[in-house]
């Protein structure tokens, strides 16, 4: 590489910026979409879809039977939309503007890092003073696996300086006025300091076996060692995410018997989902939000339903949701994003084979003789990161695709008329945009809108 340590220098502040100035451009134009939407109201096509697809919850039924009241309730629920509107609006709005302060904090950060040189302070820091001070390490410059571990520890509390604040602020303040928040400071300190030490008890040792193989494997083929092992190493802890890992933050009771669970079983059977148990997972003690997912990776699978899913779906809701997630099964949609997945790994890491070993790199981050792989990745990344936004458009794109087809499979294959209301009912209940900003939504949503997720339902279950 012929660049200077100030070329690469310049190249990373260009992309750092500019990488902050389009997210930024994006984000305005979503938010700028939210007001003028919170101005103009409900729109006519969101209306026609609302009311086409209007929830049919036991109770609302009950009512609507009674002939007299049919009128007033009509009205009720149009006030009852604008109210949801407005709140959906407001809701997405709030969290917006807490976007461009977390945003601008970010990049201030990533800025004031690289401009000051804090990865060499903190390496020099970590080499000569903890290890050689205070812990009286003769030869500390040697160990450089262990001075990378205190340089990531030391990072991530840095870190935790900015987003401890945005992150109270985001559960206790945002969620809160619009009542998702359900969590206590008591829960939200337990959570950090166990998905700390989890972080800690998985990340480190990871960290530790890539510098391990790039110092001790460093030539033509080390990426694909370190691809590899990773490719190994994701594969097991998706294997033991819902014994070991889920089961740290939430508790998981088999569904109960009743319509529900017959529904769901008699599904399964139908379609040959391997289905191994039905679990209802306690999401209301942190928030109101509401989900359903399945789990495992080879073999038999469990379906967990959130708790708060219940409260706000009728039983054939759901149902439509299950075969949904079915139908990303059915399609071997996990299997496919994951092959996707390795693919990206393994380009990224022969990145960093190609450059990893060019001084200049480790000269642009303040490193005169040393040359750590931590230090070189990093860089490394940075300089990836336009490669890596456009990936993630591709990420967002296929995902949208695989959202379709499952929807595709639950609505004229197994289900004919619940999918669309229950997806309905789910983005009420989350106040999800349902008509964003299309540059926006392509470009960030990993699912379709509601309002193109509808319009995909109507033509599948027209032509059928
Ligand atoms: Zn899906």
Known sequence: MDLSPDGIRLICTTLIISNYVFETYLDLRQYLRLKDQRQTGISPVVKKYLEQHRRKKPEDSDELKDENTTEENKEKTTTDDNETHKKTLSYNIASKKLGFITGAIDVVQELLIFRFNFLYLMWEFSSNVILSQWLGVSNAKDYEITISILVTILGYLFGLLFSVPTSLYRTFVLEEEFGFNKSTLKLWVTDLIKSTMLGAVIGLPILSLMIYIIKN??????????WASLFF???????????????????????????????????????????????????????AHSNAYFTGFFGLKRIVLFDTIEKQMTTDEIVAILAHEIGHWRYNHITKSLVIEQIYSFLMWYMV??????????????????????????????????VNQLISFSRNWLSRKHEYEADF????????????????????????????????????????????????????????
Do not use: C, W
């Not at 669970?261 to 997972?281: C, Q, S, T, W």
């Not at 490193?367 to 990161?385: D, E, H, W």
């Not at 926006?440 to 319009?455: A, D, Q, V």
């Open 233 to 287: 190493l994701s594969i097991f802890m998706i294997a033991i995410y819902p014994d070991y890992i889920a089961t740290l933050f939430n508790k998981f009771n088999p569904l109960p018997d009743g319509e529900l669970k017959d529904k769901i079983e008699d599904l399964a059977r139908k379609v040959e989902f391997p289905l191994k148990g039905i679990y209802v997972m306690d999401g209301s003690t942190r928030s």
């Open 409 to 464: 499979y639950a609505s004229s294959t197994l289900n004919k008329k619940d999918l669309a209301p229950a997806l309905v009912a789910i983005h009420r209940e989350n106040l999800s945009d349902m008509d964003p900003d299309p540059l926006y939504s392509t470009l960030k949503y990993s699912h379709p809108t509601l309002l193109e997720r509808l319009r995909a339902i109507e033509t599948a279950t027209k032509s059928q």
């Open 217 to 226: 494997y460093a030539g033509p083929h080390m990426h694909i060692y370190v």
């Open 353 to 386: 084979n190609t450059f990893i070993h060019s001084p200049v790199v480790y000269q642009a981050y303040g490193f005169k003789n040393q040359r750590p792989a931590l230090v070189g990745i990093t860089a490394i990344m940075t300089l990836y990161s336009p």
